[in-house]
C-alpha cells in the first residue's frame, strides 16, 4: 500500500525500498521532481502525508520534510505570539496615556514600521548579500525587537507630549515634545542600530539577517516614525487623540485660599 500511495503521487520521480529493520519498520527512499526545500517540494510532502495518512505507522521524514515542518512552526509561533506582543502593549499604552486613538495609533505605526523593517532587510539579503531566502526565525525575533525598542522611546515621546499638551495644545505639544527628546532618541538609535549591525560580521546567517533588520528598524523608527509621521498623525487628529482624556486643561485659574481672584497671563517667545 505505501509503494503504490507512493508512486501515483505526482511530484515523485522514484520510490525505492531501502531496507527492513529487525521490528519490521520498512524504510523507501523517494526522489522528487523538485528543488530541495522549494515550495513545489513542499506541496509534494504535504501530498504524501495526505495519500499516506489511512496507513497505520506510516511517516514521511527527510529534509524537505523537516524544513516544511520548521517553516510551519515558524508560522504557528508568529500567529500566536505576534498578536500576543501587540496586545500587551496596546494595554501598556492605554494605561500610560489614557486614550484610545493615541494607542491604536501607536500601536498600528510601531507594527507597520517593523513589516517595513522586515521587508527591506528581506530584500537586502536576498538581492545585495546573496542569502536564498530569510531564515524562518528572523520575522519573529525581528519583530519582537523592534516593537520592544520601538514601543520604547515611543512611550518616552509620547508621555512628554502628553505633559506639554497641558499648557500648549496638541500640536504644540507634540512639536515641544520632539524638540526636546529628539536628541536623546536619535543618539539611542544610532548607537542601538550599531550594536546590531554587530551581528553582521558574525559567521551566523540567522543573527547576520537579524541584526540588518533590526538596525534597518531602529533608524526607521528614529529618523522617520517618531520625527515625522507621529507628529504628523497627531497634529492632523489634534484634540481627538487623546480621548476620552482631556490633558489640554483650561487656562482658567481657580481662586486662591484668601479670596482673591489673579489674572494669568501668557508669553511667547
Do not use: N
Request: neutral net charge.
Amino acid at each position: 500500500d505505501v509503494e503504490a500511495a507512493l508512486s501515483r503521487t505526482p511530484g515523485v520521480l522514484r520510490a525505492t525500498e531501502t531496507g527492513t529493520a529487525p521490528t519490521g519498520l520498512r524504510r523507501w527512499a523517494v526522489v522528487l521532481d523538485a528543488p530541495p526545500a522549494s515550495d513545489q517540494a513542499f506541496a509534494t510532502i504535504t501530498e504524501l502525508r495526505d495519500r499516506l495518512a489511512a496507513i497505520p505507522d506510516a511517516l514521511v521524514g527527510g529534509s524537505d520534510a523537516q524544513a516544511l515542518d520548521t517553516r510551519s512552526a515558524a508560522e504557528h509561533d508568529r500567529l500566536l505570539v505576534i498578536p500576543i506582543i501587540l496586545g500587551v502593549v496596546l494595554a501598556i499604552l492605554l494605561a500610560l496615556l489614557g486614550a484610545l486613538p493615541a494607542a491604536l495609533l501607536l500601536v498600528g505605526v510601531t507594527a507597520l514600521s517593523a513589516l517595513a523593517a522586515l521587508g527591506l532587510g528581506s530584500w537586502l539579503s536576498t538581492h545585495l548579500l546573496g542569502f536564498p531566502a530569510m531564515d524562518t526565525s528572523v520575522p519573529l525575533f525581528a519583530f519582537l525587537f523592534l516593537v520592544a525598542l520601538g514601543v520604547d522611546y515611543t512611550i518616552f515621546l509620547t508621555t512628554r507630549a502628553k505633559e506639554e499638551t497641558r499648557a500648549h495644545g496638541t500640536t504644540d505639544g507634540i512639536v515641544r515634545a520632539v524638540a526636546t527628546t529628539g536628541a536623546v532618541i536619535t543618539s539611542a538609535g544610532i548607537v542601538l542600530a550599531a550594536v546590531f549591525c554587530v551581528l553582521g560580521v558574525l559567521p551566523l546567517i540567522t543573527l547576520t539577517q537579524l541584526g540588518i533588520v533590526v538596525a534597518l528598524g531602529i533608524l526607521l523608527d528614529t529618523f522617520v516614525v517618531r520625527t515625522v509621521i507621529i507628529p504628523a498623525l497627531f497634529s492632523i487628529l489634534g484634540d481627538r487623540i487623546w480621548w476620552p482624556s482631556r490633558p489640554h486643561a483650561s487656562t482658567t485659574t481657580p481662586a486662591p485660599r484668601d479670596g482673591h481672584r489673579y489674572a494669568v497671563g501668557s508669553a511667547h517667545r
